[in-house]
């Protein structure tokens, strides 16, 4: 199938030739009204679509199974579920829950090509651990996931992506989140993506209740394709806290697509981005803050950052503040530029050769962002994950020799077996 | 016997003519300090010897033990035995104050033709070493002076030095902004590593600081260039009368 055949279709006639539930008709219909998503497009502008669009692929559809137990952590291959803890509540809905006004195209077109959404529900876990696998080459992928949370629980996800052999596939998945009331989400996602690997297109959306806390963090590492967008809806009192890395090399087109929508009285949101470019890389930061009329006391502060390492690197950065009210406390900004040059000579002046000065503050700058999980166990495994991409390592490499990694290595390829 | 000579240099920041043919002459071994009036090229001055990307050399010549510096890189200048305790000493946030000194004296020790120092080895150092500064446990983590109190920034200048071992120091105006306890552990950081072969250049609008490391030569820096070189006693007369008091170049 060809994505492109869904240009200038009606919902209907999708349906019939892709062979969708009629249920899914709704989820359609929200994709044929947005804009098709190519170059001409709010969301696509920046992203390489064409290649992705116009490329004949072989189109799967999960057929969920018996899920086996694993000690730690959900593996979701090729959009299956595999294994899953004890402790993770798991269920498939047939029924499409799509949520109407997402601004991303891509997010209805997942819903609706997707097969039962996968919904995971962590009852006596504090950390979910998802894995997603991809073994298929030039694969079509369409699956949803939605977690659930408990009032006044706290949970962690964790979402890694192993992909090595699914090289020219496009994914289209996406989570949606629903923040009880007076809970909290820390979600942190850690994706590696290289120039052969599959180009990963997630669209997410997380309701966040009174009092609610999103705490999300992506690391975007390598010389892949993949764009995140994200819709964030704020109730009063709920917090939401995003923080971008993004490390990209080559012709990698990397980056998020964000709406955070305050619509709550004091609620409050910030994020960050910081963005390392090399070679012909370029980086996507498309992040609109909008506060709605029944959100006044709002804190709204949106930061983004990039280092362009290359001539050829380019950050394509629109922050962007949508305000009706003015009863509120907002700032954006966005600075582009080399490493800083005091810094540099500083580290110079005390005898560090200019390379391994430049290293350590790319390094300092990814740090920050690094630094920020808690988590020890997670925080070492984003640091390995950057490091390998820093210094050149493939993934796999990595996992194979390093011993650090030993751990999460066998528990990425022992659903092999 | 002279271990840094400086030779008529003329120096630019930008498009200004800062340091106008600067003559000056470091003697192993010795305290040098210079004073001067806001503005007159003191840091720059500093900068110069380092090699900071500021600062365009337009004439003269920089010798270290002899040999022309003017072409060296910066991390050059610095392995062959320059130190600058800077005057605004930058912050970086994300390096940890420890992996930044001990990459740093690492350097230092693969230029001497030693071993590397492991991390257990060199933490117990730099511990061993702040401790005497009178620095927090904390600082050691902590990032590159992200942060940190005024005070904090120039002690941990003077963990850099110590730990660093350099021939020559330059310190620009290291006793800004210190409190009494901190200009006494700063000071004894300095008095200790005086051994008759380090030679130290201070910078300094404070005649406070010279009363605990006490200088063997004073100069006057006016509007770029030296214009007067006497003993300590110069510290009195120019309290007293101020910079007016010392006449036109010579
Ligand atoms: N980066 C710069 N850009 C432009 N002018 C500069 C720069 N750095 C220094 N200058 C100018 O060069 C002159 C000398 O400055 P310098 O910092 O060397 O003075 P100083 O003697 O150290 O003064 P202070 O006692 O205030 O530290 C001043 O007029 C200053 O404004
Ligand atoms: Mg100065």
Known sequence: MKLATLRDRTPELIAGEWGLHPDRIPALEAFCALPFPDKKSETYRYADTQEIFDTERTRIIPQQGEVAPDPRRVVIVDGVVVSAPDGVAIAFEETDAATKGHFDPLYSLSHALSAPTIVLHPTEVDTLEIQHRYTQPDALLAYRIRIETTANTSVQVYESFFDAQATGSVILYGIDVRVARDATLRWIKNQTLGSTHSRVFASHYADVGENGTLDLSTYDFGSGQGLATLEVVLDAHAISSLHHLVYATEQARRGTVSRVIHRGHHSHSDQVAKNILRHDARGIFDALIKVEHSAPKTIAHQNNQAVLLDEGAYMASKPQLEIYIDDLEASHGSTTGQLDPKALFYLRSRGIGEEEAKKMLILAFANTLIDRIEDKVLREWIHQSFEAVYYGQSHVACLETCHGCEENALGAFSVNS | ?250
């Open chain 2, 1 to 250: 016997m002279s271990i840094l000579e400086i030779k008529n240099i003329k120096a630019n920041i930008g498009e200004k003519n800062i340091l106008k043919g600067l003559n000056l002459s470091l003697e192993k071994g010795k305290v040098h300090a210079i004073m001067g009036p806001n503005g007159a090229g003191k840091s720059t001055l500093s900068k110069t010897i380092v090699g900071h990307y500021d600062v365009d050399v337009t004439g003269g010549d920089i010798l270290l033990r002899g040999e022309s510096i003017l072409e060296m890189e910066p991390e050059e200048r610095a392995l062959e035995g320059i130190f600058l305790s800077f005057q605004h000493p930058v912050e970086i946030p994300g390096v940890s104050n420890a992996y930044f000194l001990r990459t740093a004296v690492n350097a230092k020790r693969v230029h001497e033709g030693k071993e590397e120092l492991n991390a257990a080895e060199f933490l117990r150092e730099m511990k061993k070493t702040a401790e005497t500064l009178g620095m927090k446990p904390e600082m050691i983590s902590r990032s590159l002076n992200e942060g940190f109190s005024g005070g904090e920034k120039k002690r941990n200048e003077i963990l850099q030095m110590q730990m660093l071992h350099p021939d020559v120091i330059l310190l620009d105006e290291i006793d800004s902004g210190l409190d009494i306890d901190a200009l006494r552990a700063v000071s004894e950081g300095i008095n200790a590593m005086k051994d008759g072969e380090r030679t130290f250049l201070v910078i300094t609008h404070y005649s406070r600081i010279l009363d605990y490391i006490e200088p063997d030569y004073i100069h006057v820096l006016k509007d770029g260039q030296i214009v007067h070189t006497g003993g300590p006693e110069l510290v009195a007369q120019l309290e007293e009368k101020g910079y007016e008091s010392i006449g036109a170049a010579g």
